[in-house]
């Protein structure tokens, strides 16, 4: 392999995942196939213990395409995983705009909070929650993209609407980001923790809504002005 190609092969984004080019449209369809059979492996038995042999029987690809494609078992699983990460919270709307026009406030923090909840509690996500918090000590670019993330798609734009509802008066938050770290801690975070590390816990809908809603009103006793 020329310096050139080596280089290309040994790319790498800001976090350290391996950036993978594209393929053409006859190999597209077998990295799909590989990403496919690799996620469910990974989610299956962790980094350590899952088997390249059962990422080639369930990818119907052989193991000399999938290190062509990847180059190694370590940058398949930066690759796959680092790839479904961003799309974790794809189905979270932004926050900003419609917390900051809300006539009822806690109404609105209440429906938004629970519906990051729904989504963040889904089998598929808590799956790779866990797989990440094992791995992190091994691959700890992974925990910083998920940082990442989670903060430019539900954080960030939460913490704009709290910037402007302090300006305004409605809140008493002058660190909107602490503000918003704090209201997720106490809504999302409780039934999130519980299914971390309690995958078959029970956790119906009215205990959600009872859930998410005392943590709203625990946020807004220290952050609503009168």
Do not use: C
Request: glycine share 6%; no cysteine.
């Amino acid at each position: 392999m020329g310096a050139d190609a080596q280089q290309a092969a040994d790319a790498i984004d800001e976090y350290g995942i391996p950036i993978i080019p594209d393929p053409a449209d006859a190999a597209s369809r077998k990295r799909q196939a590989i990403i496919d059979a690799a996620l469910a492996e990974f989610l299956a038995e962790g980094y350590s213990a899952a088997s390249m042999d059962a990422i080639t029987r369930g990818s119907g690809v052989s193991k000399a395409t999938i290190y062509k494609h990847f180059g190694s078992k370590e940058r398949l699983f930066l690759a796959v995983i680092g790839g479904v990460l961003p799309k974790t919270y794809a189905d979270l709307e932004p926050s900003n705009s419609t917390i900051a026009d809300a006539p009822d406030l806690r109404a609105a923090l209440v429906r938004l909070t629970t519906d990051w909840a729904r989504i963040l509690l889904r089998p598929d996500i808590m799956s790779l929650r866990r797989l990440v918090i094992g791995e992190i000590d091994r691959f700890p670019q992974l925990g910083q993209l998920w940082y990442r993330v989670s903060y430019d798609m539900n954080n960030g734009p939460l913490i704009e609407a709290f910037t402007e509802l302090n300006a305004r008066g409605v809140l008493d938050a002058p660190d909107p980001a602490l503000a918003v770290q704090q209201l997720v801690a106490a809504t999302v975070g409780v039934p999130q923790l519980v299914r971390t590390f309690s995958p078959d816990a029970e956790i119906d809908d009215a205990e959600l809504t009872r859930v998410i809603s005392s943590g709203v009103d625990l946020f807004l006793a220290r952050y609503a002005r009168s």
